[in-house]
């Protein structure tokens, strides 16, 4: 089944993530590469489909592709979330990251960092519409 398109607002939260925060996953390691795509999550289907992202750059993303020596989270997303940490928990980082430098964070994102911090990062939980 085809996901919807983003809307307006969630191509502005995409962008914001693209531009500001980069590959999350090599923010933990302590580099910005902003040369990044955006990883849904929990797929392309459901409601929130579009706002659960994280930006990844294409070694992070694919397996197979970039530096094939780093795990992606397409390809080995256990080995993925073990060096990196879950995925709720890198986008609780990248919240984080757009607070700190005065990047305005859409509103229905502090319900999705809310419910993500109750849960230990964990994205497994049933979302809904606030």
Not at 50 to 73: D, F, I, K, R, Y
Request: hydrophobic residues 40%; contains cysteine.
């Amino acid at each position: 089944m085809k996901g919807s398109n983003p809307t307006a607002a969630q191509k502005r939260w995409h962008d914001a993530l693209c531009k500001t925060v980069g590959c999350v996953a090599c923010r933990q390691l302590g580099e910005f590469n902003p040369v990044v795509s955006i990883h849904h999550i929990e797929g392309r289907t459901k409601w929130y489909a579009h706002w659960l992202v994280l930006p990844l750059c294409e070694s992070h993303h694919q397996a197979g592709t970039g530096n094939l020596v780093v795990p992606a989270v397409h390809g080995n997303e256990a080995e993925f979330e073990r060096v990196y940490g879950r995925q709720g928990q890198l986008l609780l980082s990248a919240i984080n990251t757009l607070d700190l430098v005065g990047i305005e964070v859409p509103q229905i994102m502090r319900y999705f960092e809310s419910v993500l911090y109750l849960n230990g990062g964990r994205t497994n939980v049933v979302w809904r519409k606030p």
